[in-house]
């Protein structure tokens, strides 16, 4: 999406690519929360295991808290069951299809609080 010329659409996705290096999980939430509040949107990848992951809820959680819109995208192929919190919020939900997940990112920005 971010190479598409025809999409505008800016992505903060150092969260991916600088791993918060620390057995602290105070420090861990305070990086995670100014990643968060630097953004719109907070997407929520769904595969099989996700809503088991431990900082899933917390941080779509925090997103919600800080009025951040928030949505998921299923993974293709990916059965897992739904975050409860997306679920619980009614949070827009796309399938693995670059018009659906562009549609999904704009509705959860569309419904931030």
Do not use: H
Request: charged share 25%; aromatic share 8%; glycine share 6%.
């Amino acid at each position: 999406m971010a190479m598409n010329p025809q999409l505008s659409i800016d992505f903060n996705e150092t969260s991916s690519r600088e791993p918060v290096q620390s057995e602290r999980s105070s420090y861990i939430r305070q990086a995670i929360r100014e990643k968060i509040r630097q953004c719109a949107v907070t997407v929520c990848l769904i595969g099989n295991g996700t809503a088991w992951r431990d900082w899933v809820d917390w941080e779509l959680e925090t997103a919600v808290q800080y009025g951040k819109g928030i949505c998921g995208v299923r993974l293709k192929g990916s059965y897992g069951r739904t975050p409860d919190i997306l679920v619980e919020k009614d949070a827009p939900i796309s399938k693995w299809d670059m018009a659906d997940i562009v549609a999904t990112i704009e509705s959860a920005c569309a419904r931030r609080s």
